[in-house]
């Protein structure tokens, strides 16, 4: 997981290896990444980002039992992002791709760790804003920038019930299946992370992200389709688990938005321009949109930028991780005409193959996410039976960095406001009590409700200094 303000838009980190260290000062490594059939270097791609807040499995290890101080990460280069406007006020993305000014990471645990028969959980978290320097996201990129990526970790007991990603909920989990075996009830999926080098199933190079095994069982809630036997290779999954005493996971929730799985592409990531006029002498260009890919599954369609998509044939839908969205004191909807600069949401497409300049690729399904918005309180108050808090944002978020392109219809009244809608099953996981003027951190879907942002939150935690 990582710790951050809403700055940076995407950060990649290339991790060659994780080693433990003993109370006896030994190396015991704990993850090394193998050599790809392409002879391809030996690196996992882990994108920070979209696990703000929220943890996510990297991987699953047998560590020899013992007492363990510290643990030891090497990524030898990183990649960041983040969205900002030019002078004509259009959206630009500035990348920067540099060498770790510290290859190895050595992250003290605050006191020792016991690791017995039992399974636990370490969380390797990326403190974003101590890891990086970099300029104004307005101006142009190839201003200098550093890299130096800084962690906390913590170990965590994995309770027999979880209940919170303190002891093993994993929520939001964005994939895509790359086997299912209906006889164990298993399935292998490929997070939505890591760029790759080929086409996603056309060769036995795999994404180059982390990859999950999930036990499904009657307890496994199915949705979009009637069970593990209808889950095919190639479908884009959504996915909410617990980690298992014994250190598997089981998927409490797996969740079909689009149940094509041929030539697969799956996008994670903001909106960027919602095309209110339509592009001229380009098929598909009447209804598109701008989509930043954040973390993006190798297929036909790919890249790290923010491209047009046509969106017209889509699906829209809303993530089911919230189950709440029927007592929202205010209608939650996400289509066409609401769909606003700002919002996370995952596409899926299957073109063959990415299509020419004068055809834009079309998405089949998109789905508005999850997202963490990191504000400061301005009013505290309630509705019905949810308290709200007004939130501020930077000047740099997303939501107010975007909302002044021009050429937009669709215009929110506030952009730099949010009202966050919080109920008896928001998880408060934050350490500092919540009064105005707090910088908090908030997890949760993001709705245009007649051009005013309203936020169904599933959990608040600590705020990250603007």
């Not at 501020?392 to 215009?411: E, K, R």
Request: charged share 10%; glycine share 8%.
């Amino acid at each position: 997981m990582s710790t951050a303000n809403d700055r940076l838009n995407q950060f990649y980190l290339g991790t060659e290896s994780i080693t433990m260290i003993n109370a006896n000062g030994q190396s015991v490594p704990v993850l090394n990444v193998p050599q790809t059939p392409l002879a391809l270097p030996a690196i996992l791609d882990i994108e920070w980002m979209h696990v703000n807040g929220n943890p996510e499995p990297l991987f699953v290890a047998s560590v020899p039992q013992g007492i363990y101080t510290a643990v030891q990460v090497s990524a030898s280069y990183g990649s960041f992002s983040c969205l900002g406007l030019d002078s004509q006020g259009n959206s630009i993305v500035n990348f920067w791709l540099l060498s770790s000014q510290t290859p190895t990471a050595t992250i003290d645990f605050s006191q020792p760790v016991t690791i017995s028969e039992n399974s636990m959980g370490i969380i390797l978290n990326l403190l974003v804003s101590q890891s990086t320097t970099f300029p104004d996201c307005n101006v142009s990129s190839l201003q200098q920038a550093s890299l130096t990526p800084n962690y906390s970790a913590t170990a965590i007991n994995i309770a027999p019930t979880p209940t919170s990603i303190t002891n093993g909920i994993l929520k939001g989990m964005e994939g895509v299946v790359a086997s299912v075996d209906n006889q164990v009830g298993s399935m292998l999926v490929s997070s939505v992370e890591g760029w790759g080098d080929t086409p996603y199933g056309y060769h036995s190079d795999p994404p180059n992200g982390p990859s999950w095994t999930l036990l499904t069982d009657s307890n496994t809630a199915f949705q979009g389709i009637g069970g593990l036997s209808q889950l095919a290779a190639g479908m884009a999954v959504d996915i909410d688990a617990t980690i298992q005493q014994n250190g598997t996971l089981h998927a409490d929730r797996v969740t079909v938005y689009d149940t094509q799985s041929a030539n697969t592409s799956s996008w994670n990531g903001p909106v960027v321009w919602n095309h209110n006029t339509p592009i001229q002498g380009v098929t598909g260009g009447n209804t598109s949109v701008d989509v930043f890919g954040r973390e993006e599954i190798a297929g036909p369609i790919e890249g790290s930028d923010a491209i047009a998509f046509n969106y017209g044939p889509s699906t829209f839908n809303i993530s089911k991780q919230l189950s709440n969205l029927s007592n929202l004191p205010f209608p939650a909807r996400f289509n066409s005409a609401n769909m606003i600069a700002g919002q996370n949401v995952s596409i899926t497409m299957h073109d063959a193959q990415f299509p020419p300049a004068s055809i834009l690729p079309t998405i089949s399904a998109m789905t508005l996410l999850p997202q963490t918005l990191n504000g400061t309180v301005s009013a505290i108050g309630s509705s019905g039976n949810f308290t709200t808090y007004t939130i501020t944002l930077a000047s740099y978020d997303l939501f107010p960095a975007l909302a002044v392109q021009p050429g937009q219809t669709t215009l929110l009244t506030n952009p730099s406001q949010v009202v966050v809608y919080a109920d008896n099953n928001t998880q408060m996981l934050n350490t500092n009590p919540i009064a105005v003027g707090s910088v908090v951190r908030f997890y949760g879907l993001v709705f245009n409700d007649n051009d005013t942002l309203r936020m169904d939150c599933a959990q608040i935690l600590d705020g990250v200094s603007e």
